[in-house]
């Protein structure tokens, strides 16, 4: 059997990714993390944001993983360069293809970013847009609502298409031809955010995008899986096991059956003079 791809979010939306990775490479066998115990993410600062994705890596790293997807747009924003100088395996975040994807799409070259507060605060999908299209006019906006709103299966409905107005009233004043959905969960609302910003308005969804960028690499360094033994994906998180797989497979699109929950506080214990995890008062805010 080959070594797997190992895939993190704070939750369960990096199922989000999971389901366009599968559907992409269905050869691959993937190893997920749900840090389900520290969500949300997104509220955090950079430092704690660093320090988990660290972790998180550490702990998919048992299972001889051969390719890191970081499935959380808010991990990918904050922690990607240190997770790239610290692991020995190629790493992949959501941002730079959702970033590039839409510099390609762009036409007037006014493109909005929502995600959440950490992604936007970070600006990480304005400097990936600007390294492709140094002209191109940026606008972010957090939706800290949202998030809360997916998990509850709100994805229609009086409360969010109110919320989603609010959100995205600035972006569409502005003019933006294109939408990054940057944030794990927001493909869920894209039929809703659809209605609200008309058929004109190119929407990018990040999960798409990395599944498509992590097929590309993979081929690059040919380490695409040539055995016919898949193997089992296996899924595990820090807290309920059960509440990640009746809300994950919404996200998925497919039942969750193989659910486990890991005891991540012993785990971190027991890891603690890991060298990945070394100097971790190095990661101060920039
Ligand atoms: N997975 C996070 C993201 O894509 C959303 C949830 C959180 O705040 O942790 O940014």
């Not at 039929?191 to 590309?216: F, M, N, Y």
């Given at each position: 059997?080959?070594r797997?791809?190992?895939?993190?979010d704070?939750?369960?939306g990096?199922?989000?990714?999971?389901?366009?990775?599968?559907?992409?490479?269905?050869?691959?066998?993937l190893?997920?993390?749900?840090?389900?115990?520290?969500?949300?993410?997104?509220?955090?600062?950079k430092?704690?944001?660093?320090?988990?994705?660290?972790?998180?890596a550490l702990?998919?790293?048992?299972?001889d993983?051969?390719?890191?997807?970081?499935?959380?747009?808010?991990?990918?924003?904050?922690?990607?360069?240190?997770?790239?100088?610290r692991l020995?395996?190629?790493?992949v975040?959501?941002?730079?293809?959702?970033?590039?994807?839409?510099?390609?799409?762009?036409?007037?070259?006014?493109?909005?970013?929502?995600?959440?507060?950490a992604?936007?605060?970070?600006?990480?999908?304005?400097?990936?847009?600007r390294k492709?299209m140094p002209?191109?006019?940026?606008?972010?906006?957090?939706?800290?609502?949202?998030?809360?709103l997916?998990?509850?299966?709100?994805?229609?409905?009086?409360?969010?298409?109110?919320?989603?107005?609010k959100?995205?009233?600035?972006?569409i004043?502005?003019?933006v031809?294109t939408?990054?959905l940057?944030?794990?969960?927001?493909?869920?609302l894209?039929?809703?955010?659809?209605k609200i910003?008309?058929?004109?308005v190119?929407?990018?969804?990040?999960?798409?995008e990395t599944?498509?960028?992590?097929?590309?690499?993979?081929?690059?360094?040919?380490?695409?899986?040539?055995s016919?033994?898949?193997?089992?994906?296996?899924?595990f998180?820090s807290?309920?096991?059960?509440?990640?797989?009746r809300?994950?497979?919404?996200?998925?699109g497919?039942?969750?059956?193989n659910?486990?929950?890991?005891?991540?506080?012993e785990f971190?214990?027991?890891n603690?003079?890991?060298p990945?995890?070394?100097?971790?008062?190095v990661?101060?805010e920039?």
């Amino acid at each position: 059997m080959e070594r797997p791809i190992g895939v993190f979010d704070s939750g369960v939306g990096g199922l989000t990714v999971v389901k366009q990775l599968k559907k992409i490479l269905p050869d691959e066998r993937l190893v997920y993390f749900g840090d389900t115990a520290r969500i949300p993410y997104g509220t955090k600062s950079k430092r704690l944001i660093r320090q988990f994705a660290l972790e998180d890596a550490l702990f998919l790293l048992q299972f001889d993983i051969k390719f890191l997807v970081v499935a959380c747009n808010t991990a990918s924003s904050g922690a990607l360069p240190v997770l790239q100088e610290r692991l020995e395996i190629p790493v992949v975040g959501v941002v730079e293809p959702g970033a590039r994807a839409a510099a390609e799409k762009t036409r007037n070259k006014r493109i909005g970013v929502i995600g959440t507060s950490a992604t936007i605060a970070s600006s990480s999908y304005a400097k990936e847009i600007r390294k492709l299209m140094p002209e191109a006019e940026v606008l972010g906006q957090p939706c800290p609502l949202l998030v809360p709103l997916v998990e509850e299966g709100w994805l229609d409905g009086e409360v969010t298409v109110l919320t989603l107005k609010k959100y995205l009233k600035d972006l569409i004043e502005a003019g933006v031809d294109t939408i990054i959905l940057g944030c794990t969960h927001y493909p869920l609302l894209e039929p809703t955010i659809r209605k609200i910003v008309g058929p004109q308005v190119a929407l990018i969804d990040s999960g798409k995008e990395t599944a498509k960028a992590v097929k590309r690499v993979l081929e690059e360094i040919k380490l695409v899986n040539r055995s016919s033994e898949k193997g089992k994906d296996l899924f595990f998180v820090s807290d309920s096991p059960e509440q990640f797989a009746r809300i994950g497979s919404n996200f998925l699109g497919e039942a969750l059956t193989n659910v486990e929950r890991i005891d991540f506080d012993e785990f971190l214990i027991k890891n603690s003079s890991s060298p990945l995890l070394k100097n971790l008062e190095v990661l101060h805010e920039d």
